[in-house]
């Protein structure tokens, strides 16, 4: 792990939200103010937190990543550009025919460790990854973002006993808490609550931090290692469409796409030059 600085890695979260939401408008896609409110998260784990090397996408002892809910793939693709896993030139060929950078993401793409996008499988991935690991002896970690909303799969809780049962401290999940579902509230559409409660009962080492906050985020996950014995999961307070007003919280940007002048707004909103 690098040690953080946030005010280097803000200014970068801010490039890849402008970068986002361009390519939202280019490529008439969807689910811009999920994939906004998990970047400052995207942002700390690539530069700070895992051990990766792009020039080796495959390399057996490399951390693993995955994405689980992969309609935020936008982001994801903004972050792996920029760390060099292909050139930064695809990301303008995101969502159209032909692209390998699809709306939810596939293993084709150098850096994406699994197909995500029907929620609920990353976290049982990323529980069979850990435990690979474990068996045949190698020190790499595992991380999983889920958000809110697919903490309504059972999938999820299933692999939260496994995980715990099998002490598997070399594994590390997110939870991107925008509190927002595609319909609506997501404490309104299932009760979540006491999220953090809950997780902390399945045997799980909980964190709850400002998902926003640089800082916290590196900290949550600075002990994460083989040799721990329990699992960590971060529970992130996020805001959907994070960082630019017109945006945040508005659940109609699940779908909505923006418009060329929206594009330039949230640009200048973000500080980034054009």
Same mark, same amino acid.
């Given at each position: 792990?690098?040690?953080?600085?946030?005010?280097?890695?803000?200014?970068?979260?801010?490039? %890849? +939200?402008?970068?986002?939401? &361009?390519?939202?408008? &280019?490529?008439? $896609?969807?689910?811009?103010?999920?994939?906004?409110?998990?970047?400052?998260?995207?942002?700390?784990?690539? @530069?700070?937190?895992?051990?990766?090397?792009?020039?080796?996408?495959?390399?057996?002892? +490399?951390?693993? %990543?995955?994405?689980?809910?992969?309609?935020? $793939? &936008?982001?994801?693709?903004?972050?792996?550009?920029?760390?060099?896993?292909?050139? *930064?030139?695809?990301? #303008? +060929?995101?969502?159209?025919?032909?692209?390998?950078?699809? @709306?939810?993401?596939?293993?084709?793409?150098?850096?994406?460790?699994?197909?995500?996008?029907?929620?609920?499988?990353?976290?049982?991935?990323?529980?069979?990854? *850990?435990?690979? *690991?474990?068996?045949?002896?190698?020190?790499?970690?595992?991380?999983?973002?889920?958000? #809110?909303?697919?903490?309504?799969?059972?999938?999820?809780?299933?692999?939260?006993?496994?995980?715990?049962?099998?002490?598997?401290?070399?594994?590390?999940?997110?939870? #991107?808490?925008?509190?927002? /579902?595609?319909?609506?509230?997501?404490?309104?559409?299932?009760?979540?609550?006491?999220?953090? #409660?809950?997780?902390?009962? %399945?045997?799980?080492?909980?964190?709850?931090?400002?998902?926003?906050?640089?800082?916290?985020?590196? =900290?949550?996950?600075?002990?994460?290692?083989?040799?721990? /014995?329990?699992? !960590?999961?971060?529970? *992130?307070? !996020?805001?959907?469409?994070?960082?630019?007003?017109?945006?945040? =919280? =508005?659940?109609?940007?699940?779908? +909505?796409?923006?418009?060329?002048?929206?594009?330039?707004?949230?640009?200048?909103?973000?500080?980034? /030059?054009?």
């Amino acid at each position: 792990m690098n040690d953080i600085r946030p005010s280097d890695s803000i200014r970068l979260a801010a490039q %890849f +939200r402008a970068r986002v939401v &361009a390519m939202s408008h &280019a490529a008439k $896609a969807a689910h811009l103010a999920s994939a906004l409110s998990c970047l400052d998260i995207l942002t700390v784990l690539y @530069e700070s937190v895992l051990n990766i090397d792009p020039a080796r996408p495959r390399w057996e002892d +490399r951390d693993r %990543f995955i994405l689980s809910k992969g309609h935020a $793939a &936008a982001a994801l693709y903004a972050v792996l550009a920029y760390k060099g896993f292909f050139p *930064a030139g695809d990301l #303008d +060929r995101y969502g159209k025919a032909g692209s390998m950078l699809e @709306e939810h993401p596939s293993p084709k793409v150098p850096g994406v460790e699994a197909a995500t996008g029907s929620l609920g499988h990353g976290l049982p991935v990323g529980s069979g990854m *850990a435990l690979a *690991a474990r068996i045949q002896q190698r020190d790499y970690r595992t991380f999983v973002l889920m958000s #809110d909303g697919e903490c309504n799969e059972g999938s999820v809780w299933e692999a939260c006993m496994f995980a715990a049962a099998n002490k598997l401290g070399n594994l590390c999940a997110f939870v #991107d808490f925008n509190k927002w /579902q595609a319909t609506g509230r997501s404490r309104e559409v299932l009760a979540l609550d006491p999220l953090v #409660d809950k997780f902390r009962s %399945f045997g799980w080492n909980v964190h709850e931090i400002d998902g926003h906050d640089h800082a916290q985020i590196f =900290d949550a996950v600075a002990h994460v290692s083989p040799a721990q /014995q329990q699992p !960590t999961m971060v529970v *992130a307070h !996020t805001v959907k469409g994070r960082g630019i007003s017109f945006m945040e =919280d =508005d659940n109609n940007w699940h779908y +909505r796409i923006p418009t060329e002048e929206e594009v330039e707004r949230a640009r200048i909103e973000l500080g980034v /030059q054009a």
